[in-house]
């Protein structure tokens, strides 16, 4: 199994930056693509950033040129650097990611941590 604990959310004003942390830990193989999420209050859950485990990245639309997905291998964590957030940014944001456990390729999820832009 794979656990993934999320760190690093709180409370920022607008214009300010976060960087999130998600570790993953447990007995697996390997990691391979790793993904935030986040969900605004009363919307659905929509994808940040992906990257796989060459180092390739995507984004969302809303936060390209804002947001950076980094990993680090080694430690099997991924990261997100927000910058420059608006108050449309507040959401709970929810590390996701593919682990090889026994062979199979299964999809896990964090606790989630909340991120709240406001003045």
């Known amino acids: 199994q794979v656990q993934l604990v999320e760190s690093g959310g709180g409370l920022v004003q607008p214009g300010g930056s976060l960087r999130l942390s998600c570790a993953a830990s447990g007995s697996f193989f390997n990691i391979n693509a790793m993904r935030w999420y986040r969900q605004p209050p009363g919307r659905e859950r929509e994808l940040v950033a992906a990257?796989?485990?060459?180092?390739?990245?995507n984004y969302a639309d809303s936060v390209k040129g804002r947001f950076t997905i980094s990993r680090d291998n080694a430690k099997n964590t991924v990261y997100l650097q927000m910058s420059r957030l608006k108050p449309e940014d507040t959401a709970v944001y929810y590390c996701?990611?593919?682990?090889?456990?026994?062979?199979?390729?299964?999809?896990?999820w964090g606790q989630g941590t909340q991120v709240t832009v406001s003045s």
């Open positions: 996701n990611a593919d682990g090889l456990v026994a062979g199979r390729l299964n999809n896990y």
């Open positions: 990257i796989s485990t060459g180092g390739s990245t």
